[in-house]
């Protein structure tokens, strides 16, 4: 009787409660950390694929609109001048300082609630010379007998040398960076990191807890079922085998929909027309490096509790030995 007892609580009340325990554990508190999303948008994979990348001649000609100089401009050689000249590893520092800006600031423990964007500003300013001179360098002068346009920046006009185009360019670049403001409010967008964080206390919480109460129910009905201690710890390791293989199955099926999705997503031929061979396949790993963090901890605490799982079962058998030899 005890031990259908013991058996009927634990598959309605000890199995979801460790079920969800080991779950909860492995829900990866590393998303909703900050050093985790450092590390991501420091890995040198993505800023690779930064330097090569292409954006759609849309945007380009979007962006290029914005210009201050009423001209009209080659946007996708504007767009490889600022990609050869930016100091790429400046930008990478400084996105790194705006992303901890931004992050202390939603949970609070900032200063003003604003994200300076300022460095980006000067970078822009004390390389605006040397962008409009790559790009004047990759003007072809206009055609033999053109009548002269000085607003078309697309070729080189005739009677006009690159300095002088490159002057003209420069001052645009330098007035459209002078608009970068200092910083930008973080109102908007800062609960979603305010969020991140709530939910990350959030889980540490009800992940403890969960542990503890499924904990302290698993080990009550392996006394309430089983006088022997070779009977408790064979069921408890059978017990918990059955939660640590569901969690950890669901971990190694959720990765593999994952990385399938990510590698058909990046082989897709818009995304080949943007990027470099090599810098689309950094990419690749490194998006699947992030989706690796969703399953991760699943196959982590799933494999622990399976661990624990077996080592009981292990240990049942030398303990039944001893416990037959005593009763000889």
């Known amino acids: 009787m005890r031990k259908v007892f013991a058996s009927l609580v634990y598959a309605f009340v000890a199995l979801p409660v460790l079920l969800g325990a080991i779950f909860l554990a492995g829900a990866s508190p590393r998303l909703l950390d900050r050093d985790t999303w450092t590390d991501a948008l420091g890995d040198e994979r993505l800023w690779t694929a930064a330097r090569t990348f292409e954006p759609p001649a849309e945007s380009l000609e979007a962006a290029v609109a914005?210009?201050?100089?009423?001209?009209?401009?080659?946007?996708?050689?504007?767009?490889?001048?600022?990609?050869?000249?930016?100091?790429?590893?400046?930008?990478?520092?400084?996105t790194l300082n705006s992303f901890a800006d931004f992050w202390d600031e939603a949970r609070g423990s900032g200063n003003d609630d604003l994200v300076r964007i300022e460095p980006f500003r000067t970078i822009l300013e004390n390389r605006a010379d040397e962008i409009a001179a790559a790009y004047a360098a990759g003007l072809e002068p206009a055609p033999s007998g053109t009548i002269p346009d000085p607003t078309d920046l697309t070729v080189l006009p005739a009677g006009a040398s690159a300095k002088d185009v490159a002057r003209g360019i420069e001052a645009a670049l330098r007035e459209a960076a002078g608009r970068i403001p200092d910083s930008v409010p973080i109102e908007g967008a800062g609960a979603p990191a305010a969020d991140l964080v709530a939910a990350r206390q959030g889980l540490g919480a009800a992940s403890?807890?969960?542990?503890?109460?499924?904990?302290?129910?698993?080990?009550?009905?392996?006394?309430?079922?089983?006088?022997?201690?070779?009977?408790?710890?064979?069921?408890?390791?059978?017990?918990?085998?059955?939660?640590?293989?569901?969690?950890?199955?669901?971990?190694?099926?959720?990765?593999?929909?994952?990385?399938?999705a990510l590698s058909g997503a990046l082989r897709s031929p818009e995304l080949a027309a943007m990027l470099s061979g090599p810098a689309a396949e950094g990419l690749a790993a490194w998006a699947r490096g992030l989706a690796g963090l969703v399953s991760n901890g699943f196959i982590v605490s799933g494999g622990v509790a399976s661990v624990i799982a077996a080592v009981a079962l292990g240990a049942s058998r030398p303990i039944e030995a001893a416990e037959r030899g005593e009763d000889e």
């Open 66 to 94: 914005e210009l201050p100089s009423g001209a009209r401009i080659d946007a996708r050689l504007l767009w490889n001048a600022a990609r050869e000249e930016l100091p790429w590893d400046d930008l990478k520092i400084q």
């Open 208 to 260: 403890r807890a969960s542990l503890l109460a499924g904990a302290a129910l698993w080990i009550g009905l392996a006394f309430a079922a089983y006088g022997s201690w070779s009977r408790r710890v064979r069921w408890l390791g059978t017990t918990l085998a059955i939660p640590g293989g569901i969690v950890l199955g669901t971990g190694l099926l959720l990765r593999l929909p994952l990385e399938a």
